[in-house]
């Protein structure tokens, strides 16, 4: 008899191991998510982690010869958005393996950080014509 609770116990034992790898693995995984969201034009790219905590912010040398103050506001905003979604998803579905059948994952990882993309910000088009090599944002 003490045999057959020995065996158990090995059984649950190595159950739990492998549970904890399985949980590390995942913990690792999520950490290791980033999203990044460029401009069509590649004058922007914002990198945001799992979670959508801002990365990397990289703007190219003449993005304030290319957008107004305004329209790089926006721009910067919308792709932060974009990634941290993205991101999100991918949190999700790394979670998604070793939670409870049923469970929802994003209801695990909360709510992520997406920035409010407000009405009165002026509509991003990446496509524009607009040439403002001649002006010097920084300046006005």
Same mark, same amino acid.
């Given at each position: 008899?003490? &045999?057959?609770?020995?065996?158990?116990?090995?059984?649950?034992?190595?159950?739990?191991?492998? &549970?904890?790898?399985?949980?590390?693995?995942?913990?690792?995984?999520?950490?290791?998510?980033?999203?990044?969201?460029?401009?069509?034009? =590649?004058?922007?790219?914002?990198?945001? =982690? &799992?979670? =959508?905590?801002?990365? %990397?912010?990289?703007?190219?040398?003449?993005?304030?010869?290319?957008?107004? +103050?305004?329209?790089?506001?926006?721009?910067?905003?919308?792709?932060?958005?974009?990634? *941290?979604?993205?991101?999100?998803?991918?949190?999700?579905?790394?979670?998604? +393996?070793?939670?409870?059948? %049923? *469970?929802? +994952?994003?209801?695990?990882?909360?709510?992520?950080?997406?920035?409010?993309?407000?009405?009165? *910000?002026?509509?991003?088009?990446?496509?524009?014509?607009?040439?403002? &090599?001649?002006?010097?944002?920084?300046?006005?």
């Amino acid at each position: 008899m003490p &045999s057959d609770h020995r065996a158990e116990v090995e059984q649950l034992m190595a159950d739990y191991r492998r &549970s904890r790898e399985r949980l590390d693995e995942t913990r690792r995984e999520l950490a290791e998510i980033t999203e990044t969201s460029a401009s069509a034009d =590649g004058a922007v790219r914002v990198t945001v =982690g &799992s979670r =959508g905590g801002l990365l %990397g912010l990289d703007l190219s040398d003449d993005v304030y010869e290319r957008y107004r +103050p305004a329209r790089l506001s926006a721009l910067i905003m919308r792709l932060t958005a974009e990634a *941290t979604t993205a991101a999100a998803r991918r949190a999700a579905d790394a979670l998604a +393996p070793i939670v409870p059948e %049923g *469970t929802d +994952p994003d209801l695990l990882l909360g709510e992520p950080r997406i920035p409010v993309v407000r009405n009165e *910000t002026p509509r991003v088009d990446d496509n524009a014509d607009d040439d403002f &090599s001649a002006v010097d944002w920084t300046r006005s």
